[in-house]
């Protein structure tokens, strides 16, 4: 070549000032017109910082305008970091650009197990930097650390849920699970996969206690309390089975669904519905059998109509003695509420919190109705998952006398709320108002009754649990605490009608061993306060206005 010439490609080359670089993560060559230039220099610094950080950005700034890229083959035994990436591919991928030739979007990379991570501003360790990048901790590749969300428990970018506190609320949440959650529910009998396939669920349990007193009356009854009713003997209160499809439709559609329970033992006694239980309990001494429920469900959209006969929508306390803490029974529950309904209702999911419920039926605890004329059901429940609230109403008006025209209309209110995680409170109040019934021998005349319960349960673990029950109950007008218990009962029928305020308090715990095995325990003081002057009382064959029991029961699940 002539002097000349080359002369003239070296002016070229001064004026031009082409600066040539290797990159050694991209396997490009990178050419830039002006060397000098402020947007490559900020390009390179931002690259360094980037290598001075645990963490690396799947995608870096594009290159600034005026440069681009030559491939430069790399050495087959991989690239200056020593990671064995193809040529023209870099560790992580973060410099490539779509539109840079032979793109391809990086492969997935495993999160390496936690370490500790170099503190941020530190200098670049003395590993090659690709082999630094392929050990930072807690990586999640295609997530730039700007745009990453901190630990919402510590703040730290790095922490990906580690900490200690993100533990804790971890563990926090494994004790808030649902209770029917598949490994806490009960092992179950006819738990078959034909059954389970259709939707249809068989259970039952076995409910046996006894319970004593300080008095050992001679009749061997505890006054006018139910369901343990009788004193220093053993019983069989439930020999329960249950047979039930639940409706699915989660708001569109049909479904059809239904529900048999059959109740064998002490406790059939006051459960009995006029008609048909009737004449399963006659000339028994004190075992019987009942059917509580015996209705169909059609469910459409929101939609559920219920026909047949269930339990009433009122009060907080239930026959089944797997869902009550207590082994006995309040007053207001025995004396001021109804069992069961027999007749049709609907049931409308008005949203996630709240559903309306109206119907007929053909009077309290009837199979056969009375006096041939319906009466009227409804109510409302509404439920804050967020706060641990829950409230119940329940109403029905009726005419429940034979031979008179009469109004009883009574209500219900429960209120339900969570206090921390193991706390619960309920407090229930009920109030009734019945015209013409019959206040003694020979008078006829209006009666009310009213009751508030108060429930306090401590849940210590999931196998012990503590509750303290508090109710007072006023029948002031002696209409609705009597003998109770067809067709053996207590000879509690005084004349004229003993009208009081009781009260009772108890206090127990629940003991769960194994998720089909309750033990539950109890001590409950009763006391009454007469209106007016009297001479016979409920308790210790009609002897004491007040008394003490201590109760405990078995319940094992199948």
Not at 52 to 61: D, K
Not at 209 to 222: E, K, S
Not at 470 to 498: L, M
């Amino acid at each position: 070549m002539k002097t000349s010439t080359r002369c003239f490609l070296v002016a070229a080359m001064v004026l031009v000032g082409v600066q040539v670089r290797a990159d050694e993560e991209s396997g490009f060559l990178w050419i830039s017109a002006g060397g000098n230039s402020t947007a490559a220099k900020a390009s390179k610094n931002s690259a360094d910082a980037v290598g001075a950080t645990a963490e690396v950005p799947a995608e870096t700034p594009q290159k600034p305008a005026g440069q681009w890229k030559v491939p430069v083959r790399k050495p087959a035994g991989g690239g200056a970091s020593g990671s064995g990436t193809t040529t023209g591919q870099s560790p992580a991928g973060p410099r490539r650009l779509p539109e840079d030739p032979g793109y391809a979007p990086p492969r997935p990379r495993a999160t390496p197990a936690p370490a500790a991570a170099e503190p941020r501003g530190a200098g670049k360790s003395s590993q090659p930097e690709g082999a630094a990048k392929s050990q930072a901790p807690g990586l999640v590749p295609g997530v730039s650390p700007a745009d990453r969300s901190p630990c919402d428990w510590c703040g730290d970018c790095q922490c990906q849920g580690t900490c200690a506190a993100a533990l804790r609320a971890r563990a926090c949440e494994a004790c808030n699970a649902p209770e029917d959650d598949a490994a806490d529910a009960p092992w179950r009998l006819f738990d078959r996969p034909a059954l389970k396939s259709r939707g249809i669920s068989v259970r039952g349990w076995v409910d046996q206690g006894i319970t004593t007193g300080g008095y050992f009356p001679a009749d061997r009854f505890n006054g006018p309390v139910t369901f343990n009713d009788r004193a220093d003997e053993y019983g069989m209160n439930q020999l329960y089975l249950i047979t039930e499809k639940v409706t699915k439709t989660d708001g569109e559609g049909f479904d059809v669904g239904g529900r048999v329970d059959v109740l064998y033992g002490t406790d059939a006694r006051f459960t009995t519905a006029n008609g048909w239980d009737d004449s399963w309990i006659d000339g028994n001494r004190f075992y019987g059998m009942a059917m509580p429920q015996l209705y169909a469900d059609f469910a459409v959209n929101d939609w559920t109509f219920r026909v047949g006969h269930f339990y009433a929508n009122v009060g907080y306390e239930v026959v089944p003695a797997v869902d009550n803490f207590f082994y006995s029974h309040t007053y207001t529950y025995q004396y001021g509420e109804p069992f069961t309904y027999t007749g049709a209702m609907a049931q409308w999911q008005f949203n996630e919190r709240l559903s309306l419920v109206a119907g007929f039926h053909r009077g309290w605890d009837q199979w056969e109705d009375n006096n041939r004329e319906l009466g009227f059901l409804g109510g409302l429940t509404w439920k804050n998952e967020e706060t641990g609230t829950s409230i119940a109403f329940g109403i029905t008006a009726s005419n429940e006398q034979v031979d008179e025209s009469s109004a009883l209309t009574m209500y219900s209110i429960v209120l339900t709320q969570k206090l921390g995680q193991r706390w619960r409170w309920v407090l229930q109040h009920d109030g009734a108002h019945e015209s013409n019934v019959q206040l003694d021998g020979t008078d006829v005349g209006a009666a009310n009754w009213f009751g508030v319960v108060n429930y306090l349960i401590f849940d210590l673990n999931p196998q012990w649990s503590f509750g303290l029950r508090y109710e007072w109950f006023s029948d002031n007008d002696g209409t609705r605490v009597r003998a109770p218990g067809y067709p053996h009962r207590i000879d509690f029928q005084p004349d004229p009608p003993f009208g009081a305020y009781w009260n009772d308090i108890s206090i127990g715990f629940n003991y769960r061993p194994h998720r089909n095995v309750t033990l539950r325990s109890e001590g409950r003081w009763d006391w009454v306060g007469p209106v007016g002057a009297t001479s016979v009382y409920p308790f210790d064959d009609q002897s004491r206005g007040n008394q003490f029991l201590f109760a405990t029961d078995l319940i094992i699940q199948f």
